[in-house]
């Protein structure tokens, strides 16, 4: 499904609340395999994301964002109504936030004249 896999390359999606309830049990199932890793498992994730690049950061999360949580990685956050129709919008999104990656810069030493 879009909407699986733009939450996991996003990490968060704005859609009404039908859709987000919807996707949220399918969120949290892929989640919870992705932990167990066992192969079965990983070949219903690959049929369910059909995207490499999104099964890899799957399993990346799964091992480090994921790791001390065994249930609820989603929530839901009801965001107000849309212009055109009205209906419901909410923002679906990880509970957990994004690890920091640490950067090392590298510095120039540059020596003074004296």
């Known amino acids: 499904m879009i909407l699986l896999r733009s939450l996991f390359g996003v990490g968060k999606i704005v859609t009404t609340v039908a859709k987000a309830k919807a996707v949220r049990p399918m969120v949290e199932k892929l989640i919870t395999k992705a932990k167990h890793g066992?192969?079965?498992?990983?070949?219903?994730?690959?049929?369910?994301?059909?995207?490499?690049?999104?099964v890899g950061i799957l399993m990346d999360w799964?091992?480090?964002?994921?790791s001390k949580r065994t249930s609820g990685f989603t929530r839901l956050v009801r965001v107000g109504r849309r212009l055109g129709d009205a209906s419901e919008t909410v923002e679906l999104s990880f509970v957990d936030a994004l690890p920091e990656i640490k950067k090392i810069v590298k510095t120039k030493v540059v020596k003074q004249i004296k």
């Open 38 to 54: 066992k192969s079965a498992d990983m070949r219903q994730i690959r049929k369910a994301l059909a995207d490499r690049v999104t």
């Open 62 to 66: 799964a091992k480090t964002r994921f």
